[in-house]
């Protein structure tokens, strides 16, 4: 099958007809081909967008909001379709994708058809001067929405749904190694009635098509979620030319669990954050600190619970863990296992290739639990992204802060304690953008998304996406 472009509305070929293949990576095989679109198509794409800005950019709220909610709808009306689709493109369990990456994309949309609804700006009278100051916040005008493989249609149009919301025209480029629910979202965009132009989505690889988009001089914004090497590059192309930058990066997440958590409730919640989606999530706890009087019970009961996790085909119903996303992840995220043996950590379970009966080609990989002596080893230090996590304990409650504390990245955090002036010490000085206690990614999309230090500039959800999406311009009338 041959994906294509989506550009003023109409499916199209690449101008240059050059095609990538597209894996399935549960069973190692080619079942379809993208478009490796050139400057010369996102160059399309701008003409579409920046014509179809003016009508867009004025029609009424209550309208957009119709049109969202109705994209919302036909989402959930195909979930079966986009999850299959997704878990195939993916490798990650169906039912996976069936119970939040595809519900979450419809729920992305009728958030921003509402919140829009709800967006405020403010005024300021100035007393005693006789003039009042209101700000208006309008749309920037077409902007670029570049996304990762992990949860595909997820943040494709956790990014997009704002954006079209608060009036901008789009260029969106989903992760090539996943372009498939993008590829359908533009049939539901056209049969919800989204008007040609506001959205395009032109598929390829980063370093051309989401180049060419970064480079683009007419592109206001560009709202990026991947990798941190990724954001450099795009950070240090798009700031001379004062683009509006949104960058959503990696993670290092400390897991922190003290002796007087609900342990049971803990132990069920750190083996999904720790294995969920293949560990191919940017907010999984990768690095697990425990107090050193639970330590023993912790680990044993931890490795009991991770060797029954099923490592199986996406279509299984019993697979608790699906494919990793590419060959080339496999090998990155095996080199670390090696990384660590090398290093002085000891593999308490897992560490090896899993081969599927009948899908012997696949990417499967044992979830792998290993032990560290110091929170100084490059896999306590550096972002693997796959189904491995490190565990080691701690004595003092100074000790683990300055552990969780001393990675270059900062994207969230997650507590386990029934003690509520340490949550309250500990929150407020863990260096992280999110901060979980006793639970994990558990959203509300009202509140602000993203990380600090090396995990990000900026924020997503809520008001801050549509703050993001839209300039501020005051205006100061003397009365
Ligand atoms: P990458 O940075 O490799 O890619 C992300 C997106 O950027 C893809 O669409 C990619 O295209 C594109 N891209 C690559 N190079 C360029 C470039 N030079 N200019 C413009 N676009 C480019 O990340 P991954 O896809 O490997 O995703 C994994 C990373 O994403 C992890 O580090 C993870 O932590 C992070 N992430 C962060 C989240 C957050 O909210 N903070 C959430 C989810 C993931 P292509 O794939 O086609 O090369």
Request: aromatic share 8%; charged share 20%; net charge neutral.
């Amino acid at each position: 099958m041959h994906i294509q472009n989506f550009i003023n509305g109409n499916f199209q070929n690449p101008l240059s007809n050059d095609w990538i293949p597209n894996y399935n990576p549960s069973s190692g095989d080619v079942y379809g081909q993208i478009p490796n679109s050139s400057k010369e198509d996102v160059d399309a794409a701008y003409e579409a967008a920046n014509l179809a800005f003016n009508r867009w950019s004025q029609t009424t709220l209550e309208e957009r909001s119709r049109i969202l909610l109705k994209i919302s709808e036909l989402i959930e009306s195909n979930l079966d379709r986009l999850a299959k689709a997704e878990s195939k493109d993916n490798g990650k369990p169906l039912w996976l994708a069936k119970a939040i990456d595809i519900p979450r994309a419809s729920s992305n949309f009728r958030f921003f058809a509402n919140a829009i609804t709800q967006f405020a700006s403010e005024s300021h009278e100035s007393i005693g001067q006789n003039a009042i100051n209101y700000t208006l916040r309008q749309p920037l005008g077409v902007v670029g929405c570049i996304s990762p493989w992990n949860l595909p249609l997820y943040l494709f149009t956790w990014k997009i749904a704002p954006a079209i919301a608060a009036g901008n025209c789009v260029i969106a480029k989903p992760s090539e190694v996943t372009p498939m629910t993008a590829y359908l979202l533009a049939e539901i965009c056209n049969e919800a009635g989204l008007p040609k132009g506001v959205l395009n989505i032109v598929h390829g690889l980063g370093t051309t098509t989401g180049q060419a988009i970064v480079e683009h001089s007419e592109i206001k914004a560009i709202s990026f979620t991947g990798g941190t090497s990724t954001g450099v590059h795009i950070a240090r192309t798009a700031a001379p030319m004062f683009k509006k930058l949104s960058l959503e990066l990696g993670g290092k997440n400390p897991n922190i669990i003290f002796a007087d958590c609900d342990y049971e409730d803990m132990l069920t919640t750190t083996v999904r954050s720790s294995f969920a989606n293949q560990g191919q999530i940017c907010l999984c706890g990768s690095r697990i600190f425990i107090e050193a009087s639970l330590y023993e019970k912790f680990k044993i009961d931890f490795i009991a619970r991770v060797t029954q996790l099923k490592v199986g085909h996406p279509s299984d119903t019993e697979t608790k863990v699906g494919a990793l996303v590419s060959k080339q992840h496999l090998e990155k995220v095996m080199s670390y296992i090696d990384i660590a043996k090398e290093e002085g950590g000891i593999v308490l379970t897992g560490g090896n290739k899993v081969k599927v009966k009948g899908y012997e080609n696949g990417y499967y990989l044992e979830p792998t639990i290993i032990e560290v002596t110091t929170d100084e080893c490059r896999v306590n230090q550096e972002e693997i992204f796959g189904p491995v996590v490190t565990i080691m304990p701690f004595t003092l409650e100074d000790q683990v802060l300055d552990m969780a504390n001393k990675v270059k990245y900062g994207l969230s955090a997650t507590l386990w304690t029934n003690d509520l002036k340490r949550t309250m010490r500990l929150s407020h000085k863990l260096q992280a953008g999110i901060v979980w206690v006793n639970t994990w990614l558990m959203r509300d999309l009202r509140t602000p998304f993203g990380g600090v230090k090396n995990s990000g500039v900026g924020r997503e959800g809520g008001f801050e996406a549509l703050r993001f999406f839209t300039e501020p311009k005051n205006v100061c009338i003397k009365y």
